[in-house]
């Protein structure tokens, strides 16, 4: 994993990994819910890297593999059990950005 980290940093220098110690839990001025766009880009990426042979995150007692929808319902069961160790960016208008964990954010819709 190392290996990969340092070539792209030889590659795309421009990219700033954040990690968690840089994620700011003071003045924030966004409420700890997922827009529905946050949601549905979440759930995507997440399918994705399901699709392409992640480990789940979840246990996977009382799922069934072989139904057409289960990397959807997995995607969604690790959303909901906020076990995704991701963070979401959010711009505000003045220029300035926002930084949250997953396992902060609720769904209220």
Not at 10 to 23: C, G, I, M
Not at 39 to 52: C, H, P, V, Y
Request: aromatic letters at 8%; proline letters at 6%; hydrophobic letters at 35%.
């Amino acid at each position: 994993m190392d290996d990969i980290r340092t070539t792209a940093r030889k590659y795309h220098p421009e990219v700033r990994p954040v990690l968690r110690d840089d994620v700011k839990t003071d003045n924030r001025t966004t409420l700890p819910y997922y827009s529905k766009y946050e949601f549905t880009a979440l759930l995507g990426a997440r399918m994705e890297q399901l699709s392409q042979g992640a480990k789940p995150l979840v246990s996977l007692e009382g799922m069934n593999t072989s139904d057409p929808q289960f990397i959807e319902k997995l995607a969604l069961k690790e959303i909901m059990e906020q076990k995704l160790p991701m963070i979401i960016h959010r711009r505000m208008p003045d220029g300035t950005s926002e930084y949250w964990s997953v396992n902060e954010l609720s769904r209220i819709w």
